[in-house]
């Protein structure tokens, strides 16, 4: 059973930069997809950003954070969203999300909502004008 935890989601100012972490656990030595979403309240969970397995891994984003955000996977099971330039639409809970990676790096970009099996917690993000 894969197990993610989310930290770093924290209040600040319009143009401000955050930087979000989730720790995985349990992965074993399949690969999987990695992913981070969103959710504002009243609103439905929306996918910020994706990254594949592997070295010089293939990343995607959603086009309202593109060029802001970047998604990046570091050792020890260390998945990133390392924001800037943030906006008060920004503000939501943000979530790690994982799913085993049954084909190449686009493949990845294709998973939707319903296509990820395991998820963080989340940690809550507040931007404010």
């Known amino acids: 059973q894969v197990k993610l935890v989310e930290s770093g989601g924290d209040s600040v100012q319009s143009g401000g930069s955050l930087r979000l972490s989730c720790v995985a656990s349990g992965k074993g030595y399949l690969p999987y997809c990695m992913a981070w979403f969103r959710q504002a309240p009243g609103k439905d969970r929306e996918l910020v950003a994706t990254?594949?397995?592997?070295?010089?891994?293939?990343t995607s984003y959603a086009d309202s954070v593109g060029g802001r955000f970047a998604i990046s996977q570091g050792a020890e099971n260390m998945l990133y969203l390392d924001m800037r330039s943030l906006k008060p639409d920004d503000t939501a809970k943000y979530y790690c999300?994982?799913?085993?990676?049954?084909?190449?790096?686009?493949?990845?970009?294709?998973?939707?909502?319903?296509?990820?099996?395991?998820w963080g917690q989340g940690t809550q993000v507040t931007v404010s004008s």
């Open positions: 990254i594949a397995p592997g070295g010089g891994a293939v």
């Open positions: 999300a994982a799913t085993i990676a049954y084909g190449p790096g686009t493949w990845c970009q294709r998973r939707s909502k319903d296509d990820y099996q395991f």
